[in-house]
């Protein structure tokens, strides 16, 4: 049988090409089962996952929930307001003790980058990076990927644009790995006060401009402006950030060509996308929060098959 090369979910940045393919193929097979009148198989019975978030979700958590009860295995939640983290407890102390209770997988969400990397070098037991602050959220990328395959057949040769606070996101930074491990053609676009010096250095191109941006690219990825983690101000105001790189159906009308619209969520309805855009039959955000469960069913299904 084909495995991962990898025994975690740290990054994109840590998958080969290889790997991304052997996500899709495993995802198809998960997506056909759950929209099947019986959507569960007992593949993981045997398997006891924590999904521990140190930092707010709606889409990740219950998605990778989901996931896993799909695949019959053992779930456990835990939130870090309402644990001992808030007595002073660390997070190896935290993870061990949660590990004693024989769990085999643990999913986190923390606003650390690297966190779980660090996780990985001192528990033992597989790590899912559910989001590590301004790093990487690979099971997003994957997800986005996954559903401009579906959408556009596929994602080699197509010009992806990731649009917004790309200084901030780690949906970028993964999305940017597993775009271009695929052979797509990626830009981003945004205020230069947001757009990572470094960020041509992963080839990509930049563009300021985002008529032009728009008018290049077969999808746009639109990202929200990540407040919880600007220190100063990147912009005059949110209204002249809306002026200058928000879509609304005006616009989107008025490109050269019909294209695909992506939003990873929580959308600010009417300051990166408005409401008829975010609506509109040219978005595929749904479709991108469904793909999500059988993307996080095909990641789980096969790091489980490598724990001994
Ligand atoms: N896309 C995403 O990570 O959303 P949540 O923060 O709601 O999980």
Redesign the pocket.
């Known amino acids: 049988m084909a495995e991962l090369s990898v025994k975690h979910l740290l990054g994109i940045k840590y998958l080969n090409e290889s790997d991304i393919q052997l996500i899709f193929e495993t995802a198809d097979h998960f997506k056909e089962v759950i929209n099947r009148s019986i959507k569960k198989v007992p593949s993981l019975r045997d398997i006891t996952i924590a999904n521990i978030f140190f930092e707010?979700?709606?889409?990740?958590?219950l998605s990778f929930e989901l996931a896993e009860k799909r695949l019959s295995a053992d779930v456990i939640n835990f939130s870090a307001g309402q644990s001992s983290v808030k007595k002073g407890e660390t997070l190896i102390d935290t993870v061990n003790n949660i590990l004693s209770m024989k769990v085999d997988m643990v999913v986190m969400r923390h606003p650390n980058p690297g966190a779980g990397i660090f996780l990985s070098k001192h528990v033992n037991a597989s790590i899912v990076n559910a989001?590590d602050g301004a790093h990487e959220?690979p099971t997003?990328a994957l997800l986005d990927s996954y559903s401009i395959r579906e959408k556009l057949g596929d994602v080699a040769g197509k010009n992806v644009v990731i649009v917004g606070d790309i200084l901030h996101s780690r949906?970028a930074l993964s999305n940017i790995f597993a775009l271009k491990l695929q052979g797509a053609n990626v830009k981003v676009c945004g205020p230069k006060t947001l757009l990572p010096k470094y960020v041509e250095s992963l080839g990509v191109g930049v563009e300021t401009n985002l008529r032009k941006a728009l008018n290049w690219c077969d999808v746009a990825n639109m990202l929200r402006i990540q407040n919880e983690r600007l220190d100063i101000s990147y912009f005059p105001t949110t209204r002249e950030y809306t002026q200058q790189f928000g879509v609304n159906k005006a616009f989107l009308d008025s490109l050269d060509k019909e294209i695909v619209i992506m939003h990873?969520?929580?959308i600010n309805r009417g300051v990166e996308i408005t409401s008829d855009v975010a609506d509109s039959k040219q978005s595929i955000i749904l479709n991108q929060v469904e793909n999500g469960v059988a993307i996080r069913m095909a990641v789980i299904y096969l790091l489980a098959s490598k724990i001994k």
């Open positions: 707010n979700s709606t889409r990740t958590k989001g959220h997003q949906v990873p969520g929580p």
